[in-house]
C-alpha cells in the first residue's frame, strides 16, 4: 500500500494476472469464470501476464494499472466504465474488477493477487465508486439549480422591462394644445393641482366647454 498523504490518490502493490473479454458486465460467475479462464492454457485471452508486480492506482476518477519498475501506463479504467469488483469467493487472495472497453462494446474482467490487500482494494473501490456517482448526482442537482435560477432571472428581466415600460408610459406628461391655442391642457394630476393653487380656476377637459371656473377660495 502507498505510503502517500494525498487521500485523493492511492496505490497498492499487487500482482497482476491478466485480462480477460466477458461476455457480461459483472456477477461473481463472471469472475470465477475468468479466473478459471487464466489458468487454462488452452484459452484465448487478451493479456495473459505471470503475475506481473504492479501498482495498482485509485483515484477519483480512474482506476490506473502501472508496470512497477518503469511505471509505464499498461491500463486506465474510468471509474463510470468500472461495473463490478470483487474478491474470488473461494481464492481470499484473489480479486477482480469489470471495466467497459472505452471505444467498444465490450467488457473486461481485470485479476489482481495480493497477500494482503485483497479486500482492502474491493472495499476501497467500492467507496470511491459510490463517492464518485454521489458527487455525480449533486452536480447534476447543481446544474438543475443554476438552469432554474437562469430561467427565473430571464423572467424577472422581462417582467422588469415591462414594468420599466408601464412606469415611464404612467409618469409622461403630455402637453396639448387647446381650440385657441393659447392654453395649456394637462394629464398630470399633480399639475392640476400647482395650476389650480396659483390661478384659483380649475380646467375643465372638454372642448365644448371652454369657460372656466373661479374656485371661491
Known sequence: MSDIDDDSEIYFSVKFLGRIQVVRPGGMQILTDAVQALQDPETVMDEKMKKTKVHLFVTRT???????????????????????????????????????HPAADMYHCYIFQSKKFSHLLVSLIGDTFRAYKQEESLQGDRDLVVEALRHKNKVLERENAELKRRLQANGEISILQNAGGDKNIYENESDLDQISSRSGQVRFFSEDDKTPLHSNF
Do not use: Q, R, W
Open 62 to 100: 480512474a482506476i490506473d494499472i502501472l508496470e512497477h519498475k518503469t511505471k509505464f501506463m499498461l491500463y486506465s479504467c474510468s471509474l463510470p466504465s468500472v461495473s463490478f469488483c470483487a474478491v474470488h469467493p473461494t481464492l481470499p487472495k484473489i480479486l477482480g474488477f469489470v471495466a467497459k
